[in-house]
């Protein structure tokens, strides 16, 4: 199974950059990386997927190492309001099934201070 | 656009009752997903539809868990009956089709006391 590897805690200052990591050594070549997040109370918010370019939405930017090893979100100025677990996301085999499924980990808990 | 709707938002019960979760997805979307996240952990899909037919419910617990689409658009997930290990926030997702991004409602905080 393809599966990720995320810090359980990372923290940054109000007004910088936040880069998330995540390894996710095992993927295959046609499976998509996702980012979601998800704030307290609230159901996970999708922000980024990518296969092999770099991404970038009004959310955030999304690195995707040349081997697809690894990845990492970066949020270029973030606020109090980015205090979030962030989950990175790929695609699971699932037998008698050509789609496959969704994994979440436990994610990073992200905390910015003022 | 409107959001994934759910229905609703807080449920306590007893062990062995019955409960059941509503689940109207944005319009269009025909890709629909229900799982469940315990407390501290990531969600986990309990199933999850294509149209109104099932793709995956191979972690659904099917002694005691149900779930339907019938017309390809709101979705319903039944558990019966509830243990206590049941308690967690059920959440429902919808997307425009699988590969896409997927859209979370706010979830049912579901509580077997």
């Known amino acids: 199974d393809a599966k990720t590897t995320q810090p359980p805690s990372m923290d940054c200052a109000e007004g910088r950059a936040a880069n998330l990591p995540c390894n996710h050594s095992?993927?295959?070549?046609?499976?998509?990386v996702y980012w979601y997040r998800q704030i307290h109370s609230q159901g996970p918010q999708y922000i980024i997927h990518?296969?092999?370019n770099n991404e970038t939405n009004e959310m955030a930017s999304l690195i995707i190492t040349e081997d697809r090893k690894s990845s990492t979100l970066i949020l270029p100025h973030a606020t109090l309001r980015d205090t979030a677990v962030y989950y990175c996301?790929?695609?699971?085999?699932?037998?008698?099934?050509?789609?496959?499924?969704?994994?979440f980990g436990r994610g990073t808990q992200l905390t910015v201070w003022p | 656009e409107a959001g994934v709707a759910q229905s609703p938002r807080y449920k306590i019960i007893e062990k062995r009752q019955s409960v059941a979760f509503w689940c109207n997805p944005i319009?269009?979307?025909?890709?629909l997903y229900w799982y469940q996240q315990i407390l501290g952990q990531g969600p986990k899909l309990l199933i999850q539809f294509q149209n109104n037919g099932v793709v995956d419910d191979s972690q659904l617990p099917k002694d005691r868990f149900s779930a339907e689409r019938l017309k390809g658009v709101d979705s319903t997930l039944k558990i019966q009956p509830a243990k206590l290990e049941d308690s967690a926030v059920y959440l429902c997702a919808s997307s425009l089709e699988v590969g896409l991004g997927a859209f979370f409602g706010q979830g049912t905080r579901l509580t077997v006391v």
């Open positions: 996301i790929v695609r699971v085999a699932v037998r008698g099934s050509t789609l496959g499924r969704l994994y």
């Open positions: 990518g296969l092999k």
């Open positions: 319009s269009g979307h025909a890709t």
């Open positions: 095992t993927i295959s070549g046609n499976e998509y």
